[in-house]
């Protein structure tokens, strides 16, 4: 399965895309230190690796790859198993901070036409900073209550689902908070029930 051909005129991650994924993870934009390694959530901080390689979602891939933990080096290798990523604004900056509101207005319709291109069965937003303005600039629909979770929102059979940001700027959260997010989308993606929750923390990003 190959990555997606999109090209950028500045340097930026690559969208790891293709057909049938299980799973996109869609993150607010690249951050620096990780385009400079080459990576997603290559700051040794960010909960997302811990956490993604201690739930039931990557348990079949740390399997085959006969690996204890996953980590930024297997971004890329993911795709075999169907687990993807991109972003909703392909710009980097230092913090979600330099997102601007015209930069989510700008991208959040360039996201749109990548999911509807590679229909993977869930896209797996990062945080509410990131979903809200997709939802408002891509789907022109209302997202002032929007929480964390599953979405009755979708993108053509693509069902949408947001976690957590696992930034440690994110401080609600911890790595086993994440975990149990991350096995809630697996249930999710395999078409289970979205009743039982992590926690009521559905507001927080």
């Given at each position: ?30 951050g620096v ?26 348990a ?59 229909r ?20 022109g629909?209302d ?9 009755q ?6 069902r ?12 609600h ?10 096995d809630?989308?697996a ?19």
């Open positions: 399965m190959a990555a997606a051909a999109e090209r950028y005129p500045f340097r930026t991650l690559p969208d790891y895309l293709g057909p049938g994924l299980r799973v996109v993870f869609v993150g607010i934009n690249p230190y990780s385009v400079e390694r080459g990576h997603y959530f290559a700051r040794t901080t960010s909960r997302f690796w811990p956490a993604f390689s201690r739930s039931v979602l990557s079949p891939i740390r399997k085959t790859l006969r690996l204890d933990a996953l980590g930024p080096d297997q971004d890329a290798a993911l795709l075999r198993f169907g687990i993807g990523f991109t972003d909703v604004v392909k710009v980097p900056s230092r913090n979600a901070a330099g997102v601007t509101p015209t930069m989510f207005r700008d991208w959040a319709p360039r996201l749109l036409r990548r999911l509807e291109k590679h993977p069965r869930v896209a797996c937003f990062h945080g509410l900073t990131g979903f809200r303005p997709f939802v408002q600039f891509a789907l629909a997202p002032t209550r929007i929480v964390l979770g599953p979405q929102l979708t993108v053509g059979h693509t949408l689902f947001v976690a957590p940001n696992p930034s440690p700027a994110n401080a959260f911890t790595v086993a908070d994440q975990i149990r997010w991350y809630r989308l249930r999710f993606s395999r078409g289970g029930s979205p009743s039982s929750t992590p926690g009521n923390r559905g507001s927080c990003d």
